[in-house]
């Protein structure tokens, strides 16, 4: 289900204390330099953050695992999603998704980017909506994060990647309106590239 | 600027009357049981079964449900009186055993094919196989102490995985270390009786076994079974937290200052006090004299009975540049906590004279007469000194927050009595080997601990005659 960000009470613990989420040492000091410098209005990414990062050297477990998954997929495939696999290398695939008929996102087009661990199915893979194709939902930044529990803490080795097209699907076809989550201009600048350096709390387990 | 501390300090009277006139009990080890990591897990062993008892359940399935109830046996044992099944749902316990399991299986995690015998299924009988539920368990151990209650993988099940299968599974690795040490800190936190001692690196835990509060653990640490913090008596737990919030709220420099340095009175370069004794030589002008007063030396010492008026607040003689005013707060204040930290210095630096006395046993030993247990004399005197001031630092406390009166006086009366005894040990402890009178030490280890317990036992008493 999906669900809010913690949000850190600004009164409770001062500035510095405040950025705790598991970071690397260059994002602390990117942030410190932005800190100095006078703060400028929040404007969504229009493309996609710049990812450096090497893919993982997924194990024959899990290579295993994501050609039957992909197999299924083709066979049996999820309303609404696509799935845009390169053969060489599995670790990353790429969803195109459609705003399910009759929700209010009803033939937006939408791209999901999931990054597979080397551990993976055991570990969640990361998974992210590519700017600017990020639906306007309560639980999705406009980084492209999406808080929902099942990829993190309640993430389950047999889910897979039907699993999460559908939890995400689901939330999308259930939200009342297009909104942002209220910290998202304060989490755009905190964030890093991987949602799961976040840590996620839930207090929302509405919609 | 000290105007805004004079401000800030009124409160205090305020702070006063909210702490209960409640008696700290003095140091009693017969009230607690240290027990180390495999002993803690025979008491949890003994609990599972007790449980296991009354609610006829295998004592596995038990642990789960005691894991869930943070190992509250009675709170476990009224839930599951009033609705079995929703305290089974919710501790992830599956009673009744699994559906048939087929001959062969498609491990949903792997995709592979394997035989029953290589899976592992909980009663809600997902067959999994067993390198797979290792990498589950793994990666549960690894995220943390949530792992004593990992579910299993099937998305959405809510059967959770009992200790057999982690040990079976892990095998003997770190992995099975690291369950089993987040088990016994879950039954260990989760026990109202029982407390990790405080100390850093220290794996023992206490038992409490009657109402003391002055806990000491196995590896010689003496801490306050309630509140964590070092033993405090005659100090209240409410009041050490109030002490403590108030020397945090102090301003750095005020506490480094009146803590760490005085002047000499003479010739006024600033001193820094690293040694144990309250005797005090200026190492510039040789000027001797009183750390906590700053009056010479000369007026000091038993034949005249003026050093140890310096334990007791006099309003009218303060020449320090704080006491403008008499009857100001903040006075009042640095009088008590310059001698708590007189005395919290001097126990650190007594108790880095343990090693020396060893040496100077082992000299002692040496010399016609004396065998181990004839030189242990330094050794005590050393240990005595440092109780001593471990209890006379939390005296300040205790006093700062004692309101005027009869009992006061009486306090003040014995304190004063603990303190010189300890002053005179102190110093003739650490004279080097030679000039050591054996007989003169013992009689004073002696006087001491007399009179320490006379203030404890006075406080106890409610400090009326």
Known sequence: ?207 | MEDDEFEEDEGIQDEDEEIEEGVSPIVSAVEFQVIAPDQIRDKQEEIKAQVADVLGLPPDLCQMLLIQFQWNKELLLEKFMDNPEKVQAEAGVIVAPPPPLPAKFECDICCCEFRRADGIALNCGHLFCRECVRGHLENAVSQGPTCISTPCPHSGCPAKYPEPIFASVLGTGKFLEKYNEFLRHSFVEGSHDMKWCPAPGCSFACISTGGGTACKCRCGHLFCFRCAAEAHAPATCDMVEKWTMKCNDEREDLTWITGNTKQCPKCHIPIEKNQGCNHMTCSRCRHEFCWMCRGPWTEHGSETGGYYKCNKYDPKKHDDPYAVDAKNQLTYYVHYFERYTGHQQSQKFASGQLKKAQEKMVELQSRPGYDSQRAAFILQAVEQVIECRRVLKWTYVFGYYLKDGPEKNLFEFLQRDLERTTEHLSELSEAPVEQIDRMELVNYSTATRKFLHNLMVGIENGLSR
């Open chain 1, 1 to 207: 289900m999906p669900r809010g960000k913690k949000r850190t009470q600004p009164e409770e613990v001062p500035e510095r204390k405040r950025r705790t989420t598991r970071r690397t040492k260059r994002a602390i000091e990117e942030d410190e330099a932005e800190e100095e410098a006078p703060e400028e209005p929040f404007v969504p990414p229009t493309r996609p953050m710049v990812d450096h990062r090497p893919l993982p050297v997924l194990s024959p477990v899990a290579q295993r695992r994501l050609m039957k998954e992909l197999e299924s997929l083709v066979k049996n495939p999820v309303e609404f999603a696509t799935i845009d696999a390169k053969d060489d290398n599995l670790a990353r695939m790429i969803a195109n998704l459609t705003g399910p008929a009759g929700t209010i996102y009803a033939g937006e087009h939408f791209v999901l980017q999931f990054t597979f661990p080397a551990t993976y199915p055991i570990d969640s893979p990361e998974v992210v909506f590519l700017p600017p194709h990020v639906p306007m939902h309560k639980h999705i930044y406009s980084v492209g994060h999406i808080c929902l529990s099942s990829l993190y803490d309640q993430w389950s080795p047999t889910l897979g990647i039907r699993g999460v097209l559908l939890s995400i699907i689901s939330m999308l076809a259930s939200s009342p309106r297009k909104e942002r989550p209220a910290d998202d201009a304060d989490y755009a600048r905190e964030c890093t590239l991987n949602p799961k350096d976040t840590s996620w709390a839930f207090h929302d387990d509405r919609c």
